[in-house]
């Protein structure tokens, strides 16, 4: 079974990647050492403020109970770490693509371009306009993992919207996107499409959370 459910603070331990769980965006340096505080409980603060202030900042995938990625989406004015960027948006309300990341197993699958994808049909449940995005070029120097590549945003629709050489902030107008919403159920059904033995039959729950209920091929 596919799984797509809403980030809340029980769910921090899920989160997957080389550094989970990573506090990167929501913290800045302090005299050339990170916060002093425990990752978990820096995340689940944080999760419970943004969710307080604007919703659930997040999506947590899984594939067959198991965590396979997430996304994490949160205004600005809640990324801490963007003061750090020279590209960083004004506007502290602006929405903005935290990061998306799989296990290994799952890369190359689609899953990363669905999770984007259900980002922003949650943030056109919001009535947002658009979403926003820091990301790393080539020449991007000690460049952390949590920071998207250009690339990959470009693929799924997004463009510069302010240039740099190694960091540009790039934007998706969401009031372009008309099939978005369609696009993401199905999106995550092409995904599982791919695991062999299993059909996915999609279907949205009243909490938001999307489920591909899955059965035997054979």
């Not at 499409?193 to 959370?209: A, I, K, L």
């Amino acid at each position: 079974m596919r799984e797509l459910r809403p980030l809340t603070p029980d769910l921090v331990p899920d989160l997957v990647g080389a550094c989970a769980p990573c506090t990167f965006w929501q913290t800045v340096p302090h005299n050339g050492h990170g916060d002093p505080d425990d990752p978990h409980d820096l995340l689940t603060d944080w999760i419970e403020t943004v969710t307080a202030d604007w919703g659930p900042p997040g999506r947590v995938a899984y594939v067959d109970g198991t965590p396979a990625g997430h996304v994490v989406v949160a205004p600005a004015r809640h990324v801490a770490r963007l003061a750090a960027f020279p590209t960083s948006p004004s506007d502290p309300s602006t929405l903005m693509l935290v990061t998306a990341i799989t296990t290994p197993e799952c890369a190359g699958s689609g899953l990363r371009k669905a999770l984007v994808q259900s980002a922003a049909k949650d943030a056109l449940r919001h009535r947002m306009r658009s979403l926003e995005a820091v990301a790393a070029r080539p020449l991007a120097v000690s460049r952390h993992t949590c920071v998207l590549d250009v690339g990959f945003l470009e693929k799924v629709g997004f463009r510069v919207e302010r240039d740099h050489p190694a960091y540009p902030r790039l934007r998706i107008d969401l009031r372009t996107v008309v099939t978005l919403r369609d696009e993401a159920a199905a999106a995550i059904a092409r995904v599982l499409d791919r695991v062999p033995g299993v059909r996915p039959v999609p279907e949205t729950h009243p909490n938001g959370s999307s489920h591909a209920h899955v059965t035997d091929r054979g």
